[in-house]
């Protein structure tokens, strides 16, 4: 009964969840890409992030968005093991 009186756009618990871990997951990309010590590598990288981001901006399905968080994660992984690597 409650739901009745939520506008469409208001995001259930599970959408609020997903949200918060592609917004967390967004953030810890572009914080790893600020050690990317080339300047054209950097944009590069971030323009790249943005646009990745922005191009599955409206996916709505579960299993997509879950799937695309743990691609995500996978790149966000293996550029910070290329920084690590690059620092030694």
Known sequence: ???????????TL???IRRQQVLLLYRRILQ?????????DRKYLKDWAREEFK?????TEEDTIRMMIT??????????????????
């Not at 009964?1 to 995001?11: D, E, G």
């Not at 790893?32 to 054209?40: E, L």
């Not at 191009?55 to 996916?59: G, P, V, Y």
């Open 14 to 16: 599970k959408q609020f």
């Open 55 to 59: 191009r599955n901006k409206s996916a």
């Open 71 to 88: 691609q995500g994660n996978m790149q966000l992984k293996e550029l910070e093991k290329s920084l690590a690597l690059a620092k030694s």
């Open 32 to 40: 790893t890409i600020r050690q990317v010590p080339n300047d054209s």
């Open 1 to 11: 009964m409650a739901a009745s009186r939520l506008s469409p756009a208001t995001l």
